[in-house]
Structure formats: structure tokens, C-alpha cells
């Protein structure tokens, strides 16, 4: 089955406000005005895809009188809308958009902004279409007075055969599926995957998200990389580099108070116990979600859970809830097995770089 949603949304523009579209910054005399960061094409998307599943608008599920989503970053709220159609069954085929605006340009910044949005709703960029028009000096567009974006989404509706679920438990065994991850890892733990985190604080309801990849080679070493910020570990030291900055603070990996280290993300639920499974869909097919027993990790979490891919256990989704109640989604794409060389372990500083040596 498959079903059309279609969405709109108008921002004016306003002094001292960025001009995010997209998901993207770009750079203008002016920015939009709005309780989140006003991003009109995302927003229209969000829209879209609501609508086509029934849910709503983006009003109803992110009020403008709520202090939670002020000046909060519109991907954040496009991945929410993403993982609620989810909830539904619902798979995106297709979206497509249209940008309405005399200035920015559009043009020069629409495989950034594909890229962007095809990140966040985890589907491929030929699956989202983005235009840009004017309008011909014609009403408020025209006058460049704000801009306005439209979507329309195409989903289909992933059916569940009840049998599966009703058979699931009986016919798979927790242990034997962690067991089966362990397998797929080996004893190397040398691999490479981009990853996108989702956090919520319980005390203020605020969101954090974050992209990046990941490289693990073992005994400690790993390499992370996001857009603000790099780190860099070959096991004995460790460089957290900014690149805005251009600052490198070194430390000895032994001096960090956090012994959960960033490569640990993707292995730490090896070690538990698994105490129950059940069937859960992810991007339109059926998974694996073990219940783990956090025991071992007691001083940081005390929920743990991970979805584990039907075909070779590879981890595809890992949930966390620390000992405040916050809890954090780690998404797992582009997993891939690999022998790294020691030097993409160890920072190289480039020039300019201003060095802060802590050990």
C-alpha cells in the first residue's frame, strides 16, 4: 500500500537569525525567523511525511509555544518524524520539493543539502528531490520578504505477518544471538562504521545529536570523526582535535575519567547478558532487539538494549539509559570489516596547529 502526504511551510526573514535550509548554512544577509532554527524546506518535509502516514502535522508534534524546541536544529525534529512513521510501518520511496526563493541561490547548495537530508532519514540521496524557483518578483517571495518551501512524500506500508511475531520468541534464543554477534567481531575488533547518536536529557527534555565514523582497531586505538571535533587514539595517547579552533589538547588515555572509551561504543554489548528478543522493524524489515542485562556497566547505564541484523548479527541500532535516566539511540551504518595501519591511529597536526600537551 502506498500513501501521498504533501507539505508547506512559509519563514520570513528577520536580522540576526541564520538562514539554515535544508539542514544546511547558508550564507545571507538575512536569516529566517521561527521558534526552531526555521529551516523552511525541512520543516515541509517533516510535513509531508506526516501527513502521508496519518500522524498529524509538525505543529501538533513540535509546538512553537514549547521552550523544548526553541531554536533546536530541524534534523533533529525530521529524525523524530522519521523514526515515528517507522513506528507505523511506514518505508519512504521517494520525496520531493520545492524551494520558492529570490535570494540565497539555492543551486550551489543542494548536493549539501541532499546529503544532509538523506543522512538523517537514512535513505538514499536519488530517493529526495530538491528544486529552487523565484517568483518572478511576485508577492512576498518576490519582494524578498521570507521564503517558502513545499514537499510531497511517497510511502509504502510495510506489512507484518503475525505468524513471525507470534513465533519469534519460540524460535529464536537471546544467547544464542549474542553468541552470534561475538562471532561475527571475532577477536580483531578492527572495523569501520558511521554512526548518527541521538541523546535526551531527563532533567531538561533537550536533545543532542551527533554524526560521525569510527575507526577501531583494538588494544584501545580508535579514530572519531565529527564535524566539530576529531579524536585520535593509538592506545596510549589521545589527541582531541578542533578544527574550528585549530587546537589539539594531547592526554595520556589513562588520565580520562570516562574508561568508557569512544571504541567501545560498538563492542560494550558483548560482554552482557542477554535476558529476552523480539521482533522490531527497521527501515522496512524485521529485526532482531535483545534486552541486555547492563550489570557489568552498573557505574553507567541501567538499561541496555541492541538490534542485531537476521542475517549476520551485526549490530544495526544499540540504546543506552545511564544511572540519570538519560538515554541515547546509536544508529550503525556502513559497517565494514578491516585491517588499519598504525598511523590512522596517531594524530598529525596540521599546520597552524596550536598544541596543548597535558600528559
Known amino acids: 500500500m502506498f500513501k501521498i502526504g504533501i507539505g508547506f511551510d ?8 541564520r538562514c539554515v535550509i535544508g539542514g544546511v548554512d547558508i550564507p545571507h544577509s538575512k536569516g529566517l525567523l521561527g521558534h526552531s532554527d526555521a529551516d523552511v524546506l525541512t520543516h515541509a518535509i517533516c510535513d509531508a511525511l506526516l501527513g502521508a502516514a496519518g500522524l498529524g502535522d509538525i505543529g501538533t508534534h513540535f509546538p512553537d509555544n514549547n521552550p523544548k524546541f526553541k531554536d533546536i536544529n530541524s534534523q533533529v525534529l525530521l529524525g523524530q518524524v522519521k523514526e515515528e512513521i517507522t513506528k ?24 549539501e543539502m541532499k546529503t544532509t537530508l538523506s543522512k538523517t532519514l ?16 511576485l508577492g512576498f517571495v518576490g519582494r524578498e520578504e521570507g521564503i517558502a518551501a513545499q514537499a510531497v512524500a511517497l510511502l509504502s506500508k510495510v506489512f507484518v505477518l503475525l505468524f513471525f511475531v507470534s513465533i519469534h520468541a519460540l524460535a529464536v534464543n537471546p544467547d544464542s544471538l549474542l553468541k552470534c554477534s561475538a562471532k561475527y567481531f571475532g577477536d580483531k575488533h578492527e572495523f ?11 532533567g531538561t527534555g533537550g536533545e543532542t545529536q551527533r554524526r560521525g565514523t569510527l575507526i577501531t582497531g583494538g588494544k584501545d586505538r580508535f579514530t572519531l570523526t565529527m564535524p566539530d571535533m576529531q579524536i585520535y587514539s593509538d592506545g596510549t595517547n589521545l589527541w582531541q582535535y578542533n578544527p574550528l579552533q585549530k587546537q589539539v589538547l594531547i592526554k595520556l588515555l589513562s588520565d580520562l575519567e570516562n574508561k568508557l572509551y569512544p571504541s567501545e561504543v560498538l563492542f560494550r554489548y558483548l560482554g552482557t547478558t542477554a535476558i529476552s528478543v523480539k521482533p522490531e522493524l527497521w527501515k522496512g524489515s524485521m529485526v532482531h532487539a535483545l534486552t541486555l542485562d547492563p550489570s557489568k556497566y552498573k557505574d553507567q547505564f541501567k538499561a541496555m538494549e541492541v538490534w542485531l541484523s537476521p542475517k549476520d548479527c551485526s549490530p544495526l541500532r544499540l540504546y543506552t539509559i545511564d544511572n540519570i ?16 595501519p598504525e598511523s590512522t591511529f596517531k594524530f598529525k597536526a ?6 596543548i600537551d597535558m600528559r
Not at 512559509?10 to 537569525?17: I, N, P, S, Y
Not at 518505508?91 to 548536493?111: G, Q, T
Not at 569501520?192 to 531527563?202: A, I
Not at 535516566?325 to 578491516?338: F, V
Open 192 to 202: 569501520k562504521f558511521d554512526f548518527q547518536m541521538l541523546s535526551r536529557s531527563s
Open 88 to 111: 507505523e510501518g511506514f518505508k519512504i520511496e521517494n520525496i520531493d520539493s520545492i524551494v520558492m526563493a529570490e535570494k540565497p541561490k539555492i543551486n550551489p547548495h543542494r548536493a
Open 350 to 355: 596540521p599546520a597552524g596547529t596550536d598544541e
Open 10 to 17: 512559509v519563514h520570513r526573514f528577520a536580522e540576526g537569525r
Open 325 to 340: 535516566g538519560n538515554d541515547t539511540w546509536y544508529s550503525i551504518e556502513n559497517l565494514s570489516k578491516g585491517s588499519f
Open 122 to 137: 537514512e535513505i538514499e540521496e536519488a530517493k529526495i528531490g530538491i528544486k529552487a524557483t523565484t517568483t518572478e518578483k
